[in-house]
């Protein structure tokens, strides 16, 4: 088992920046490829971003490609999503998620935290 606690979100103007971290505990972090996903009211959850179980690959979906980076530290068992030109439209609930393979497909990622609140003002 593996257990995801995510912070760092809040409250921010367009433009502005967050950094939410994801602290995993249980079994050995360094194993799992990791995933940042994000769900709207009224819309699907969708995929952010993933690192690779070494954090040699990185993947993003195309609304956030060039504004967010996901990176991993092994030392302290977390992930990070830096969040940068933030929109009103990124205003979601973040989830962090752990699997075995980095994947946009959430079903792929077993292991979910309880999700931090983003929110983007104009």
């Known amino acids: 088992q593996v257990q995801l606690v995510e912070s760092g979100g809040g409250l921010v103007q367009a433009g502005g920046s967050l950094r939410l971290s994801c602290a995993a505990s249980?079994?050995?972090?360094?194993?799992?490829?990791m995933g940042w996903f994000r769900q709207a009211p009224g819309r699907e959850r969708e995929f952010v971003a993933a690192?690779?179980?070494?954090?040699?690959?990185?993947y993003y979906a195309d609304s956030v490609k060039g504004r967010f980076t996901i990176s991993r530290d092994s030392a302290k068992n977390s992930v990070v999503l830096q969040m940068t030109s933030l929109k009103p439209d990124d205003t979601a609930v973040y989830y962090c998620?752990?699997?075995?393979?980095?994947?946009?497909?959430?079903?792929?990622?077993?292991?979910w935290g309880q999700g931090t609140q983003v929110t983007v003002s104009s």
């Open positions: 249980g079994r050995t972090f360094s194993g799992y490829a």
């Open positions: 690192i690779s179980e070494l954090g040699l690959n990185t």
């Open positions: 998620a752990c699997g075995s393979t980095a994947s946009t497909w959430s079903a792929r990622y077993p292991y």
